[in-house]
């Protein structure tokens, strides 16, 4: 049995009951512990307590406890209801870290560094998609018609480095021009790179593609599909299925091997034939 302080601490209630920000003060709730060092838990058995504005948590399956207050307490979280990115359409109190900073300028070196590989290194493309930082990382939006449906919250710091908050189906759909076709790739970057230069692209996310998604493509302007994913086993297991659902709407549907689009500049994604 052993006691988790602080980074530690909050990384089992990140990974188990990101929702932790919402106990109010006494409050207790009991999650599965999926990550316990026993084995998987299914019958609730890491209870979580808001005390004096601190967390403790145990695990009546392997014994382990943990300690943690937020440097800054759960009542100023809570009255944050939204982050200001510009953008409409989702609820940002869930996350764990209220937005602290709304331009590149203002970014952590962390969060500059990570952005300026993949070329999102100036205020005006980090506002076009309404990318803003945590005290904990990098949020990225994901989109459907305008609106944000929910965000990625790119860590710093521990395990896991991305967590995903969404009011549905973690699919992210920018559109482009009608003249271009539509990628589907697996990560936020990625599509909004593609989206910068002219496409239309559905982010998966590791999820599988969305049938009233589906059906909007196909209203919409969906006469050719690129199907973009890792080339590793995952991802070309993932774009054979994905294949034969798209082949249900369009007839012109290939696949893209390259490395991802965001490890690919802007220029060069311009000159792209697709």
Known sequence: ??????????????RNAPEYTELCEGEQRSVNHVDCPMGVDTKNRLFVKNVDEALLWHCHNCGDSGFYRPRETLKKIKETKHFD???????????P?????QSYDEFDMKGQMWLDSYEFNNNEICKEYGIVESKTGIILPMYNKGNVIGVQLRNYTG???YLTYSNGKAIS??????????IFVEDL???????????????????????????????THLEKAVIW???DEAGDSGALELYRELSAITSNVTTHYDRQPKE???EQLRSFEL
């Open 264 to 266: 690919i500049t802007f």
């Open 1 to 14: 049995m052993t006691t988790y302080y602080g980074r530690e601490a909050v990384d089992v209630l990140l």
């Open 159 to 161: 395990k896991p480095k």
């Open 189 to 219: 970057l990625s599509s909004y790179k593609l989206h910068h230069v002219g496409y239309s692209t559905v982010c998966l996310m590791g999820t599988k593609l969305d049938m009233s998604l589906l059906m909007q493509l196909k209203v």
């Open 173 to 182: 759909y920018l559109r482009g021009s009608a003249r271009k076709p539509v």
């Open 229 to 231: 994913l890792d080339s």
């Open 97 to 101: 870290r209220a937005a602290e900073h």
């Open 85 to 95: 990115t510009g953008v409409t359409g989702y609820d940002y109190s869930g996350l």
